[in-house]
């Protein structure tokens, strides 16, 4: 099976950010199929290439999988406009490729949404079997937020959600909340299929240099937020928590914002013109840099913006980059994940927009180190159990195989199921 793969943010593990993309193409080439990959450049990105862009891309193998990667360069920090000219100069030069390229089946998934265009295309133009994967609900997250209020754009990002899902075969979603915002735009449910975020225990199983960051003490509690600083994610209700915190005088507990985003300027002036001296900011950094500093981090921050959309309609990285990790976690906002936190007493899950609510958790975790350990061991095992990157690789590669066509179908070679099996 040829699989023609379009993911605008697609990042190795070498880069900063998700690499859901490059496990699932990788999973693909172990299977023995072959994949080709579409995707743009951004800020802390890393593809894989290194050769220089000859007429707006570059092309090569990056540990089996065919990447194209085209000179758009992208940024968190750009304004709307701007993204949302990238966002479709991507899609429009995507449907070239659906039109050109040999491949069996196309897969894209968001964000953004204009993900589906090549797929559209592909499905109606050249009659190939179309999977769309849906990470976020969109207009309706936009909307929620109030960050597009625009009705004729409203309108154009509804009538392209409605043609992406009804174009494609069949669909994934990221959470409970996503499949069922995909059902009500009339799609049956026997054509979606739930494959979460997953969490990539070889990762954080593998040999790392403990570290923290400049500020932190070895006997600090430890708090990290690994993500990005933008609107969606409602830092501000750490800040709001680290004052809280400066005034009950608990100079033990540092929190840690790793990453890079529109709003972390802000975030750091804020800080600063506070003097919240226990918060601490640093650049974003790879899984292998990453996986050191959760050796090192005491509790993990699973925070966004008080926004109902978001409470089970997302299916966020850090989450699962801290359960992997075996970190106890602090959720900030009702939903699936809160709900699975108090289930499994993996960690606390405190009230939206209550600082002194979230500043107990805290305290809580630092007075009582076994109890906190105790928990990191349930966060871990629920990793182990429900969100092995690997189990859950292939769900989604068994997706992507019953649309393809019968003559396109390959046997997996050794598998994680026959491992199960053992």
């Known amino acids: 099976m040829k699989v ?10 070498r ?26 450049s951004f800020t802390g990105g890393h593809t894989g290439l290194e050769m220089p862009f000859q007429q707006g891309m570059r092309r090569g193998m990056v540990e089996g999988i065919d990447v194209i990667e085209l000179d758009l360069a992208y940024s968190n920090s750009d304004g709307f406009i701007k993204r949302t000219g990238t966002f479709l100069k991507f899609a429009l030069r995507s449907i070239g490729f659906a039109l050109r390229e040999q491949y069996d089946v196309i897969f894209a998934t968001t964000t953004p949404l204009t993900a589906g265009i090549p797929g ?20 309706e997250l936009p909307r929620a937020m109030g960050v597009i209020r625009n009705p004729v754009v409203l309108w154009a990002m ?57 500020g932190v003490l070895p006997s600090d509690l430890m708090a990290v937020f690994a993500g990005t600083h933008g609107m ?28 890079q985003g529109k709003l972390k300027s802000a975030l750091e002036a804020r800080a600063q013109r506070e003097q919240l001296d226990n918060v601490v900011f640093h650049a974003a950094v790879n899984k292998g840099k990453l996986a050191g500093l959760m050796a090192s ?16 309609g997302t299916s966020p990285n850090k989450f699962f980059d801290y359960i992997a990790a075996g970190l106890p976690v602090v959720n900030n906002y009702p939903g699936w994940l809160a709900e699975m ?10 009230p939206p927009d209550n600082p002194a609510a979230f500043a107990d958790a805290l305290e809580r975790a630092a007075d009582d180190r076994t109890a906190l350990k105790a928990m990191g061991q349930r966060a871990r095992a629920l990793a182990e159990r429900d969100f092995d990157r690997a189990l859950l690789a292939d769900l989604w590669l068994h997706t992507l195989e019953r649309v393809a066509p019968t003559t396109a179908q390959k046997p997996p070679l050794a598998s994680h199921e026959s491992k199960g099996a053992e």
């Open 4 to 13: 023609l793969y379009f993911h605008q943010h697609f990042v190795t593990p």
């Open 15 to 40: 880069g900063t950010g998700g690499i859901r993309s490059y496990a699932m193409a990788r999973r693909l080439v172990e299977a023995g199929h072959s994949v080709t990959m579409v995707c743009g």
């Open 120 to 139: 559209i295309f592909a499905r109606w133009l050249r009659g190939k079997p179309f999977v769309f994967e849906v990470r976020d609900l969109w207009p």
């Open 158 to 214: 509804g009538v392209l959600e409605w043609a992406s899902y009804r174009s494609a075969h069949r669909l994934i979603g990221l959470s409970p909340g996503i499949v069922e915002g995909i059902a009500h735009r009339g799609v049956s449910k026997d054509s979606i299929t739930m494959v979460p975020n997953g969490c990539d225990l070889a990762i954080f199983d593998s040999p790392a240099e403990p570290w923290r960051p400049q």
């Open 232 to 259: 969606a994610n409602g830092l501000d209700a750490v800040l709001d928590t680290a004052a809280e915190l400066k005034r009950r005088g608990r100079t033990d507990i540092k929190i840690v914002l790793i990453g």
């Open 297 to 312: 981090t005491d509790v993990g921050l699973q925070v966004l913006a008080n926004v109902p959309a978001f409470y089970f």
């Open 341 to 350: 936190i108090a289930t499994q007493a993996c960690g606390f899950a405190v």
